[in-house]
T-cell receptor
């Protein structure tokens, strides 16, 4: 149980393109979803926290107009990287939180490797 | 906010030896401390966690110790095996349920056969 599905797993696109990444909790309802970015050989850096039906809370230094987060339901959150540029190339990971799903508090998706040419 | 420091950044051990990774945190309100193992290109996997009401927890070859007074916690892996090679991250949160994790910088563990 407590499975989080993240799609796509790998995206390669041209500079200027917008890319949407989906994060779904398959067998539980997530009260909160988190979006992380991980550059090569670095740690996971929290980008934003989203709660269903409300605006996402962005961490300092993360542009909310560039990284659009939508959390329309308790099982789906999306991250859209708008007008992506090579410096946005990274590994993006979502996680879903609910106090009742499994014995670990955050359940991670498999991640999306984004490469901007 | 919370700040988590992790050392060492890289660790190389011989198969069968023990490995120890240490983390310190800044927020005295933190009360939940998970450890994750991440293989290249994959999701972080929870391997062990500890809550502030205990000082030590063990699961087979893996153990975690917590010193709340000094605000540090450590991961101990005994009888290391090549498949233990990965990047390990510690994390801390002030929310007892694990919300809003702050991660350490990671330790790349290499176990040489």
């Amino acid at each position: 149980g407590a499975v989080v599905s993240q799609h796509p797993s790998w995206v390669i696109c041209k500079s200027g393109t917008s890319v949407k990444i989906e994060c779904r909790s398959l067998d539980f309802q997530a009260t909160t979803m988190f979006w992380y970015r991980q550059f090569p050989k670095q740690s996971l850096m929290l980008m934003a926290t989203s709660n269903e039906g409300s605006k996402a809370t962005y961490e300092q230094g993360v542009e909310k107009d560039k990284f659009l987060i939508n959390h329309a339901s308790l099982t789906l959150s999306t991250l859209t990287v708008t007008s992506a540029h090579p410096e946005d190339s990274s590994f993006y990971i979502c996680s879903a939180y609910t106090p009742t799903a499994g014995n670990q508090p955050q359940h991670f998706g498999d991640g999306t490797r984004l490469s901007i040419l | 906010g919370e700040n988590v420091e992790q050392h060492p950044s890289t660790l190389s051990v011989q198969e069968g030896d023990s490995a120890v990774i240490k983390c310190t945190y800044s927020d005295s309100a933190s009360n939940y401390f998970p450890w994750y193992k991440q293989e290249l290109g994959k999701r972080p996997q929870l391997i062990i966690d500890i809550r502030s009401n205990v000082g030590e927890k063990k699961d087979q070859r893996i153990a975690v110790t917590l010193n709340k007074t000094a605000k540090h916690f450590s991961l101990h892996i005994t009888e290391t095996q090549p498949e233990d090679s990965a990047v390990y991250f510690c994390a801390a949160t002030a929310n007892n349920a694990g919300n809003m994790l702050t991660f350490g910088g990671g330790t790349r563990l290499m176990v040489k056969p």
